[in-house]
């Protein structure tokens, strides 16, 4: 355990809360930690296997544990109090890589004609448009805006190509969220929630949820859907060589297209995050 290292004191998902039964308990591990969990009416009941301190709550329709009493206050996701949204899991997939992996491959554009052709992307209009991103000062987080990129099936509801704007936006090192225009309110964004639950430093459970403004598909559509699109990312993401994401400048140097996967580098270099990382000097 590195004290400096912010994973250790946060909160961390386990488990959408739809997905779960009451009164039926759950052993899983977080951050190499054997917990088990419980949910009994509308409290929640943890405990860890060595003894040590732990703390359960529920928020943004997910059970969250944190290896401490003292973890901080959660990000803000307003979409989930809105009462027009519908909220849906799209179930939890676990993977043989680092959760950080697993965050930055969600970050990526590049792959979308190639790995999610004739869905999110396809050939020839290959090339990521310039895009920007910021760092927002008080909190840490990482904003990436005007992502554009031409899509032949953005959404479970979309009818032909139509070009798609994303906000990409980390909260947290194993929290990202991918805002895109909905298609039933062109107006406003659909927000796709990737709750990361680092297992170990090799293997994570990726806990996903959407919010999102959709009178026409089903529960099942929507689900569908999204678990296609994993299910095409699963092949990339578990021949990842090393399974933990490189910190070191002289390893896996982006290149432009991925100025966002740089941005979010810096920030677990800045942050001291070490949990789920491979340093060449240490191997």
């Known amino acids: 355990m590195d004290a400096k290292d912010p994973v250790w004191s946060d909160w961390h998902p386990v488990a959408v809360v739809s997905d779960i039964r009451e009164n039926l308990s759950y052993d899983t591990q977080l951050l190499g930690v054997a917990i088990t969990y419980c949910k009994r009416g509308a409290l ?5 296997a060595d003894g040590g301190t732990c703390n359960i709550t529920e928020r943004y329709a997910t059970i969250w544990v944190a290896l401490t009493t003292t973890a901080p206050d959660f990000f803000p996701l307003p979409e989930f109090a ?23 491959n969600f970050l990526d554009m590049s792959h979308f004609p190639f790995v999610h052709t004739d869905i999110l992307g396809a050939e020839p209009q290959t090339e990521v448009l ?45 929290i990202a969220i991918l805002y895109k225009n ?18 170990n430093e090799d293997w994570c459970i990726a806990h996903t949820v959407m919010v999102y ?17 994993f299910g095409q990312d699963l092949m990339i993401l578990v021949n990842q060589v090393p399974r933990r994401l490189p910190l070191d400048a002289l390893q896996e140097n ?14 677990l270099r800045d942050s001291h995050v070490r949990y789920g990382t491979y ?3 240490a191997h």
């Not at 009462?83 to 965050?103: C, E, F, H, Q, Y």
């Not at 403004?213 to 699109?229: A, N, V, Y």
């Not at 982006?254 to 920030?267: E, H, I, L, Q, T």
């Open 182 to 199: 909905s298609h039933s309110s062109p107006e406003r964004l659909d927000a796709l929630c990737l709750f990361i639950q680092p297992v």
């Open 279 to 281: 340093s060449a000097s």
């Open 44 to 48: 929640y009941e943890v405990s860890r």
């Open 254 to 267: 982006p290149v432009r297209a991925d100025k966002m996967s740089s941005a979010y580098r810096r920030m």
């Open 130 to 174: 310039p895009y920007d991103v910021s760092v927002d000062a008080a909190t840490g987080e990482i904003l990436a805006t005007n992502c554009r990129f031409v899509q032949p099936k953005g959404s479970a509801i979309a009818q032909g190509s139509i070009e798609t704007l994303y906000i990409y936006r980390v909260a947290r090192p194993y």
């Open 82 to 104: 809105e009462a027009d949204r519908r909220v849906v899991s799209a179930g939890s997939i676990r993977l043989n890589v680092s959760g950080l992996r697993a965050v930055e």
């Open 213 to 229: 403004i959709d009178d026409i598909s089903s529960d099942e559509q929507l689900r569908h859907f999204q678990q296609t699109i």
